[in-house]
């Protein structure tokens, strides 16, 4: 019996931890502040967004993904800390795998609870990358913070990320995918992707830069022109102008 109460109040204490909210491998911060921006992207934080280069704190639509790499450590790889923002009624997800366009991605997804008057609401998923349907599964993420309403925007960090365990262990390129779906407070609809992104090294602030466009190097300037040089030699023809003047010079005197 006091086995039992003692499991009983253990079961109590962890479920009543202001560190831990939803399932075990999801930790919540204390912290609720939530303040995503623009600023260091691809200086000190990767950021990928559609549309392109729009700004999550200013007033038009934008889903807005930013992550700040660790360094990394073999063979975990590194600890990923992301900030999500974008408008949904439903919810709104970042999603990374090796290839987009098979196998599976993991999803991280920040929404609205529709059911509990738009409350905030973490859950990680597999996708099928090939039918965008999503499976419930357990991903340790930490430190995860966000505010509700149609405006979502989430914080949170995932340790040990690496992009395969068939690839090396400090292998950090990955596809990034940015979506949205429906929530009604127990089922996830379909996530609707919305931006694909190229492989992007996580490590690599600039990794999503554009290089900088160079100009071929294919113009000839013009041969330098060589003006004629006047100072002090005679022409010919001013030559044969003196020699005529000399020679009538000397018949006028015969």
Known sequence: MEGGLIVLAAALLLFLSPDVQGTSHLSFSN????????????????????????DPS??????????????????NGVDLSVELSGESAGYIAVGLTAN????????FICAQNSSDNGTFFFRT????????????????????????GNMIKCEFTVPNVNASNTRSSEDTTFFVLLGNGSFDGSDFGLFIRLLDSKPLDLTKPDSNVPAPTTMPNNTTMP?????????????????????????LSVLLRV
């Open 223 to 247: 041969n330098k022109t060589t003006m004629p040089n006047n100072s002090g030699a005679l022409q010919p023809h001013a030559v044969l102008l003196l020699l005529s003047v000399l020679t």
């Open 125 to 148: 998923m597999q996708m099928n990358n090939t039918s965008n349907m999503l499976t419930p599964t357990e991903r340790r993420v930490k430190e995860i913070r966000g505010l509700n």
């Open 100 to 107: 987009a366009s098979e196998g599976t991605s993991m999803l």
């Open 58 to 75: 200013g007033n038009s639509p934008c889903l807005f993904v930013s992550a700040v790499s660790s360094v990394p450590v073999p063979p």
């Open 31 to 54: 912290n609720t502040q939530v303040n995503i921006t623009r600023d260091g992207c691809g200086v000190s934080k990767l950021c990928v967004e559609t549309p392109n280069n729009c």
